[in-house]
């Protein structure tokens, strides 16, 4: 299919697919390099004081934002943003993919390991975006958190937005005594997933196995976040979406 390179031609196009528009999309948008925006239920907006329109007009190609509250729906969002081109290589603005967060944290917190383990996910900022405990998700800052049971959980979220892969046991969240986090990136973006289990739990099972066996415990505690993340992929989709926008070059042929 061949697009003008004009914006409002663009926005015309865009307002013919929404029946078509993959499901895992709340919404998509074309931005052209003003700033002005055109969505695919036909309305107009303008969107140049966005950060991640200032950074794809600057040079980067894809960028896959933190949650922050969506302006056509109030709700707070994801935002998977590539740049498009016209025929002649020339940037001529960008599509827009939104996402509401709670479908994300709807699945993560649907992932249980035993009485008092849990999953956690947090923005490349150290905002929580998903746990157990709704209160925290997208109001605690576990960079700057003063709350003294978080202490510990500082240094883990300091590795967790610097794109680290690892595991530390720290004095429980939860209350129950000390618990093991593992935690790994979100590919394609600026997130980290982690998973917290109980120590006790951990001991326990290792009591219950050969002592050989029992040596593996740490490798397969250590694997989990990723594994588990896996599964969050087959259910949900994210990784995978934001892969396949992360890979595509958007071309507007005149």
Not at 25 to 41: K, P, Q, T
Not at 144 to 170: D, H, R, W
Request: proline share 3%; with cysteine.
């Amino acid at each position: 299919v061949k697009f003008s390179k004009t914006s409002d031609q663009i926005g015309t196009w865009l307002a013919t697919t929404q029946n078509r528009r993959n499901s895992y999309f709340n919404y998509v948008l074309f931005i052209d390099a003003n700033g002005n925006s055109y969505y695919d239920d036909g309305r107009t907006g303008f969107h140049g004081e966005r950060p991640y329109y200032k950074q794809i007009m600057q040079g980067q190609e894809k960028v896959v934002t933190n949650p922050t509250i969506a302006k056509a729906t109030g709700l707070v969002s994801t935002m998977i943003v590539k740049a498009a081109y016209n025929q002649n290589n020339e940037k001529v603005g960008m599509f827009v993919g939104v996402k509401n967060v709670k479908e994300i944290q709807d699945i993560v917190n649907s992932l249980k390991y035993g009485e008092n383990g849990y999953a956690i996910l947090v923005d490349g900022i150290g905002t929580v975006v998903a746990c157990p405990d709704s209160k925290a998700q997208m109001e605690l800052n576990l960079l700057t958190s003063n709350i003294p049971s978080l202490v510990e959980m500082k240094s883990i979220a300091q590795e967790m937005t610097n794109g680290k892969t690892g595991l530390k046991y720290i004095n429980g969240m939860t209350g129950v005594g000390q618990e093991l986090v593992v935690y790994t990136p979100v590919e394609y973006t600026s997130w980290s997933f982690g998973i917290s289990i109980p120590k006790a739990r951990i001991e326990n099972t290792a009591k219950k196995m050969k002592p050989t066996n029992a040596l593996l415990v740490g490798f397969i505690v250590y694997n989990c976040a990723s594994r588990k993340w896996q599964e969050v992929i087959l259910v949900y989709g994210l990784q995978v979406r934001i892969g396949v926008l992360a890979r595509t070059r958007w071309s507007l042929a005149a």
